[in-house]
């Protein structure tokens, strides 16, 4: 692959999804020069923050791996530097990495305009040259072509017939279909209601919306300015908020649950 400037491919591990508050715990970029020439960083840093337990299980970085770790700001000249003028690529880099990357940068008080670089993002390029449908999982499990697509009893056919493949693929045990309900994993919202207009972060809901938004927690705002609360409940929102206002205002607040559950 010829090179006509430096490219950096990134990827970042953080305590949570929440481009606006949650922060990096390690960064990874490889530097590739038109030269051929391969450079790299690696750091972990300490978020500020505790790491969930569920980031702790994804990641394999635990909050006593960060403990004496640098802070971001502290090492943000130095990442800034290792990237220079350089075109950047990564997985998901549009949507994740460089958003949270530039809003991590620019609370350490350094500007970084990624916008005016080249972006190759891999995941961008795989979802518009892959196919990821039943036909496709058709092909790869069962080796074949699906054959009338889109009818629905040829359809249901083809995945009792994937389903059977993956069963003999990743089945144990004495009942190997019984056992791919472990693969069965529920992702729970990152938001409290159907509305969004409250999302967990860092085991607390915090407002969407408003002139609080973003900034304290729900049980902060029980003792910072109960009468928004109560403003709230009189104004244009669903039940679910309504019920979860009325509850926090009595003391009365939902236990976070981990975004990984099982069934």
């Not at 305590?15 to 790299?40: F, M, S, Y």
């Not at 919306?209 to 609360?229: C, H, N, Q, W």
């Amino acid at each position: 692959m010829e090179l006509t400037k430096n490219l950096v491919i990134l990827d970042i591990e953080t305590t949570g999804t929440w481009i606006e508050r949650d922060k990096i715990i390690e960064i990874g970029l490889i530097k590739v020069t038109p030269a051929g020439e391969r450079i790299e960083y690696c750091k972990k840093l300490n978020p500020g923050i505790r790491i969930p337990e569920f980031i702790e299980q994804l990641t394999g970085i635990t909050n006593d791996m960060v403990k004496s770790a640098p802070l971001f700001k502290t090492v943000a000249q130095e990442i800034v530097d290792f990237l220079n003028d350089a075109d950047l690529a990564g997985f998901n880099l549009e949507r994740f990495d460089l958003p949270l990357l530039e809003r991590e940068l620019m609370e350490a008080g350094i500007r970084f305009p990624w916008r005016e670089r080249n972006i190759f993002d891999t995941q961008k390029v795989y979802h518009m040259n892959e196919k990821r449908d039943l036909s496709a999982a058709y092909k790869f499990y069962c080796e074949q072509e699906l054959k009338g697509a889109h009818s629905a009893l040829v359809d249901a056919d083809a995945t009792y017939q994937i389903l059977v493949s993956q069963a003999q693929k990743y089945g144990e045990g004495d009942h190997p279909l019984n056992s791919l309900l472990r693969f069965n994993y529920q992702v729970s919202s990152e938001f409290y209601d159907s509305e969004k207009r409250f999302r967990w972060w860092n085991g607390k809901l915090y407002m969407m919306f408003g002139k609080y938004a973003f900034k304290y927690s729900l049980d902060e705002m029980v003792k910072r300015d109960s009468k928004y609360l109560e403003w709230i409940l009189s104004a244009n929102f669903g039940p679910e908020v309504k019920e979860l206002i009325a509850n926090a205002l009595n003391g009365q607040l939902p236990e976070y649950k981990s975004t990984l559950t099982k069934p």
